[in-house]
């Protein structure tokens, strides 16, 4: 995740000489466009403004409330919403694509290639950090059968957890990810209950969930309640069947907000020059919903 740079509502004084009635309707006119750049703003909610332009709609963050325990839904029917973190390099980085869709009609198409290396070579769309302790996350995935065994791993879905800054924390690697290594699902899970955690100082755990299978969608079911001491909760399902629960386990670090969802391709070892088998990935994603804790499992399953 870059840095973003916001932009803010400032105040200044400006005198004015109300010796005659132009300079009042000067004055006003000043005003009036002070108010309305303040309104526009307040409801933009000063967010950062260095999202890709293309395939973009409405903004996750500020989208309608489907129900009271939907956050947001992603079809990619229409367009590509304009996520909070967009790590999309080039146009064939994240497209909205009518080739394969798991429901409605279009999916999204993310594609990473070799020399991508303006956002650390990755294709990638993230909704914002926040304090939403559990909630409950559905998609689908579908590989095409060029998606290709490869020695190298790469994540597809994270919930990447913002640094502390102000205690010295840079960024690390995700706490939680479903990743790809040698055409096999794997899960990645790092914790740690220190207030500040650096890269590799965490306790870390790879579960294998089993072959990648191509040219089919995969629905993906997550319930998630984060923790770094001994009440957390992951549950995963695909193709509505039970892959994996750890409960009461720890999940995370110890930080001042809560891990956040992306979805995309993110093949880090490419940062270092390291050659696998691929130069390139492409795959498709349908039917994203993000529910909070009093969502269930119906609620977020792909096509719902």
Same mark, same amino acid.
């Not at 840095?3 to 005198?15: F, G, P």
């Not at 005659?20 to 300079?23: E, I, S, T, V």
């Not at 939403?132 to 409950?136: C, I």
């Given at each position: 995740m870059k840095?973003?740079? !916001? /932009?803010? *509502?400032? #105040? #200044? =004084? #400006?005198?004015y000489n109300l010796e $005659? /009635?132009?300079?009042y309707f000067k004055l006003k006119s000043a005003v009036s466009l002070m108010l309305v750049f303040a309104c526009l703003m307040l409801f933009q909610g000063c967010r950062p403004t260095d999202v890709g332009e293309g395939d973009v709609a409405l903004d996750p963050d500020i989208i309608y409330p489907l129900d009271s325990f939907v956050i947001a839904h992603h079809s990619f029917d229409e367009k590509i919403a304009k996520w909070y973190e967009s790590s999309l390099c080039c146009s064939w980085a994240a497209q909205a694509s009518d080739s394969v869709k798991r429901a409605g009609a279009k999916s999204v198409r993310f594609e990473l290639r070799r020399h991508d290396s303006q956002y650390e070579y990755r294709s990638q769309l993230g909704r914002a950090p926040n304090n939403? +302790? !559990?909630?409950?996350f559905g998609f689908s995935l579908y590989f095409p059968a060029a998606y290709v065994k490869d020695s190298l791993e790469e994540s597809i879905v994270e919930w990447q957890a913002l640094p502390d800054f102000s205690a010295g924390e840079q960024w690390r690697s995700a706490p939680l990810f479903l990743g790809v290594l040698k055409d096999?699902?794997? /899960? !990645? *899970? +790092?914790?740690? =209950?220190?207030?500040?955690?650096q890269q590799y100082n965490d306790n870390f755990t790879r579960i294998d969930l089993g072959p990648v299978e191509k040219d089919r969608w995969l629905d993906w079911v997550f319930h998630i309640k984060w923790a770094y001491?001994? =009440?957390?909760? @992951?549950? @995963?399902w695909k193709q509505n069947k039970m892959v994996? =629960? %750890?409960?009461?386990?720890?999940?995370?670090? $110890?930080?001042?907000?809560y891990p956040y969802f992306k979805v995309g391709i993110n093949k880090w070892d490419w940062k270092r020059n390291v050659n696998g088998t691929v130069n390139s990935r492409v795959m498709f994603v349908d039917e994203v919903t993000v529910?909070?804790? %009093?969502?269930?499992y119906k609620d977020v399953f792909p096509g719902r």
């Open positions: 840095a973003k740079n !916001e /932009l803010n *509502i400032c #105040s #200044s =004084s #400006s005198t $005659n /009635l132009n300079d939403n +302790r !559990e909630g409950w096999r699902f794997v /899960l !990645e *899970i +790092r914790v740690d =209950s220190n207030k500040v955690t001491d001994k =009440s957390g909760i @992951v549950e @995963v994996f =629960s %750890r409960i009461g386990q720890p999940n995370r670090y $110890n930080d001042e907000t529910g909070n804790e %009093r969502a269930r």
